[in-house]
């Protein structure tokens, strides 16, 4: 009279196990669920009840008891449904005790007893497989993101009617879909952007290969249509690939936001994530009423966060970027939950540098309102720039630039440089060296030590501007090839970190 | 208490008109024509201020009080704007015995168009000339601070507010250098607040109280060009810095020297607008002799084309990777020929 199943549920993008305890007993029809459900949750009678009757199964005439263990998780979304129906045909002997002893369950139900695709596949499968399930079910569409996650054997669902015969042994299962083939990619409509089209600005392609190689925050400053957008769009291109443990990290979050993953299953490129400015704070941060959400500074994680005219977004979202900015995480509380979601992103902006939007010589803004344009913008969210930089139009004479292809390798070598140099250590890439490891990893010798006291002594550099000229420095060398850090390179890392604006 | 021993029944009584309740410049100069002296006028007054309160006041912050047609009133020419009464406070008061020369222009001003301010102040107070101006907030202040920064240099600050109000609060210590070395002068009450109206009537004075008028940078609506509007109607000499047209702090300059300013290409050009010899020397602080610089610097500072670029520009122009711009900018840095201001490059 008992039926006990194991399935998993999402909460933020983690997956969270679930033990599915169906109790028939004798009493009125009726349906109770029990264990912090969701509306979606509550609402799987209507759909496991449809689905039973039109496999030509048993629905109990009797008291039906769902729990949902452990108690204090809330359970959202459909993707318990299937579990919940192989409980009431455990508890109601429509299939053997012990059929589903090791079995985790994934899956929506529609009213014909299909299995539907769950979002999460991926976190879920892998809090399953982290709980000790040998054997996880899932509906078809999601088996092959369900096979990414090792140590466990993915057996594929289409239909209830299906799924009991193969759980009673009376058919074999479904064999999991093919693998499509690269040549299965479609390519996008989009013309695919390329650096090659950027002319001139040599030193903000410079700044962009930089904020590539090193995951450096990139802000752009310059009046409407010299190429601001164009050449941050095109930041894209030139990003180095995903290893293997950060693509499966970035696939995790992608298919828990429900968005839809690559047919070749894991996401291999890294994500660029453009949100227009009149985005809210949840959207950008994540969190938001009801279940809550990643924001797209998780989307981006691994990535670039690309905010066009940041002057243009709400204050109170630009300071929600702070803490990510600070973390690389975002921490959300709630009554009965914390949240943990992941945020390491690169940031990447353009602004206009005045009112006016022409700024520097032809700048027709009185100073007082430079000043509160800049404070929109607010001095702690700019010094977190490492590289920012006015752009100009290009030059009459200017010609097309290096192709995209030529610069990513140099970013690959220069990331693969930062991952041997950084293997004994927590960070990968030099954007994120703490201050204090800076004097003993990017170290600097005569000439370059030199200019560096120059840009401190005679500049006026602060301490925290001379720390990030200090990274990107390192990025440029490792740009270059070089083992040591040039003077060259420690004064073209302070031009390219600009005052503003 | 000497000091208001020193003001005459006269002064007094003019202080009092300029600071009785609901006073205006204009209708202090109103009131004084119609009665013939602040005295008469004052008289006729029906709400006045506690005249005992404002003398101790008056003794307090030692100012001075000059009045139309009375000794040591620093406006000779008999203009009909010209203000009826004047208060002024500071330690300097014998720098309006001295040729007065006013340096104006806007707030949003260049780099460049602040090193010239700077440069002219400090060429004006070594030739002894006193630089009038209004304090503001880009020009004015860096022809004030070139003045000041001169030993003995003489400025005059000529405020639009009252003298015990700080505007803009950025130059509190602009002001209290003023103080020390010459003289703010106000035609307004204690506590007159900055009110938009204010400026240009203002601007009235600077033009008045000076024989000569140099705009540095002007925008083509900016008050500067009030300023110079002002002194031509006095007769003053107009003297302008020609600017490029792409800059938009020069359009105002450009239009007054199209309207037939002196374009003022030396800073010796306003001592003999002023009636003093030229000195042998060419005006502007020209870079010490360091020799030119050589290579990839010469380069880029010709790619400047005496214009501000950015890096991007100027590596466009040289054909110079954007490491050798870094290097080449920093060596044009170090000899001064060179400044970064906004993210663009500016020669000098």
């Known amino acids: 009279m008992l039926g006990s199943v194991r399935s998993a549920t999402l909460t933020g993008v983690d997956g969270q196990p679930v033990t599915v305890e169906v109790h028939i007993a004798a009493g009125l029809p009726g349906y109770h669920v029990v264990g912090l459900p969701d509306a979606a949750v509550r609402e799987s009678q209507a759909r496991v009840r449809a689905a039973l009757l039109s496999s030509e199964l048993e629905w109990p005439k009797t008291r039906v008891t769902v729990n949902l263990a452990p108690g204090g998780v809330r359970k959202t979304g459909a993707g318990l449904e299937l579990a919940v129906a192989l409980g009431v045909m455990l508890a109601g002997d429509q299939l053997p005790a012990g059929a589903l002893e090791g079995i985790g369950v994934l899956g929506e139900l529609g009213l014909d007893g299909a299995v539907r695709p769950v979002p999460g596949a991926l976190a879920l499968v892998d809090a399953l497989a982290r709980s000790g399930a040998g054997v996880v079910v899932v509906p078809e569409a999601n088996a092959i993101e369900a096979a990414l996650i090792d140590g466990v054997e993915v057996r594929t669902a289409r239909s209830l009617g299906e799924l009991r015969a193969c759980l009673k042994g009376e058919a074999d299962w479904p064999s999991c879909p093919e693998l499509p083939s690269e040549s299965d990619d479609h390519p996008t409509d989009e013309d695919p952007l390329d650096l090659a089209e950027v002319r001139g600005l040599a030193h903000a392609r410079r700044a962009l290969e930089a904020a590539a190689a090193g995951a450096h925050h990139l802000l752009l400053t310059g009046p409407p249509g010299v190429g601001k957008t164009m050449l941050a769009r095109r930041l894209a291109t030139i990003l180095p690939p995903l290893e293997a443990a950060e693509a499966l990290e970035v696939t995790r979050i992608h298919s828990a936001a429900g968005r839809p993953l690559p047919s070749r299953r894991l996401i291999e490129q890294r994500p660029f994530r453009a949100p227009h400015h009149t985005a809210s704070v949840p959207a950008l941060v994540g969190g938001g009423s009801g279940r809550p959400r990643p924001g797209e500074v998780t989307l981006a994680h691994r990535g670039a966060l690309f905010l066009d005219e940041l002057g243009e977004f709400p204050p109170s979202a630009l300071d929600a970027l702070r803490q990510p900015l600070e973390d690389r995480a975002v921490h959300i509380a709630r009554s009965g939950v914390s949240l943990h979601f992941p945020a390491d992103f690169q940031l990447v902006a353009c602004s206009n540098p005045c009112p006016c939007g022409r700024g520097g010589p032809t700048c027709a803004c009185s100073e007082v309102q430079r000043a509160r344009y800049r404070r929109r913008l607010s001095a702690p969210l700019l010094d977190r720039f490492d590289l920012r930089l006015p752009v100009r139009g290009p030059e009459p004479a200017d010609g097309p630039g290096e192709a995209s292809a030529g610069v990513r390798d140099r970013v690959a070598a220069a990331v693969e440089r930062q991952r041997c140099r950084y293997a004994d250590w927590p960070w990968r890439r030099n954007a994120h060296i703490p201050a204090g490891a800076l004097a003993r990893l990017v170290p600097l010798d005569g000439d370059a030590e030199e200019a560096w006291r120059w840009l401190i002594d005679d500049r006026g550099l602060t301490g925290r501007g001379a720390a990030r000229v200090r990274r990107v420095a390192r990025t440029l060398a490792d740009l270059d090839g070089a083992t040591v850090v040039s003077d060259a390179h420690v004064l073209s890392a302070a031009l390219l970190r600009d005052d503003v604006p | ?348």
């Open chain 2, 1 to 348: 208490m000497t000091m208001v021993d020193r003001l005459g029944s006269e002064e007094r009584a003019a202080a009092a008109l300029v600071c009785a309740p609901g006073m205006q410049p204009a209708r202090v100069r109103e009131l004084v024509s119609r009665a013939g002296s602040p005295g008469r006028a004052l008289a006729r007054l029906e709400e006045r201020v506690d005249e005992g309160q404002l003398g101790e006041l008056l003794a307090r912050r030692r100012t001075r009080v000059y009045v139309e047609g009375r000794p040591g009133y620093p406006i000779a020419d008999a203009l009909p704007e010209r203000p009826a009464v004047l208060l002024a406070e500071g330690d300097a008061p014998q720098v309006l015995d001295r040729p007065r020369v006013a340096v104006v222009g806007t707030r949003s001003a260049t780099l460049h168009g602040l090193r010239d301010a700077h440069e002219l102040g400090k060429f004006l107070a070594e030739a002894g000339i006193t630089v009038v101006s209004g304090l503001a907030i880009g020009i004015d202040g860096a022809a004030h601070n070139g003045a000041l920064d001169v030993e003995g240099g003489g400025v005059v600050g000529v405020v639009a507010t009252g003298l015990d109000v700080v505007y803009p609060r950025r130059h509190a210590a602009l002001f209290d250098r003023v103080r020390r070395a010459g003289l703010l002068v106000s035609e307004s009450a204690f506590g007159a607040q900055p009110t938009r109206w204010r400026f240009p009537v203002r601007n009235r004075i600077i033009a008045a109280l000076a024989d000569a008028v140099v705009v540095v940078e002007a925008t083509i609506a900016g008050g500067a060009r009030i300023t110079a509007g002002f002194a031509l109607e006095y007769g003053r000499t107009v003297l302008a810095v020609p600017g490029s047209r792409r800059n938009a702090a020069a359009a105002g300059c450009n239009a007054l020297l199209a309207d037939g300013a002196h374009p003022l290409l030396d800073p010796n050009d306003v001592l003999v607008a002023v009636g003093l010899t030229p000195g042998a020397r060419r005006g502007w602080g020209a870079p010490a002799a360091r020799g030119q610089p050589t290579g990839d610097a010469a380069a880029l500072l010709r790619a400047c084309g005496g214009e501000p670029a950015t890096a991007d520009q100027l590596a466009s122009r040289t054909g110079l990777a954007p490491d050798q711009v870094a290097l080449a900018a920093r060596e044009l840095e170090k000899g001064g020929w060179l400044a970064r201001d906004r993210g663009y490059l500016w020669p000098r």
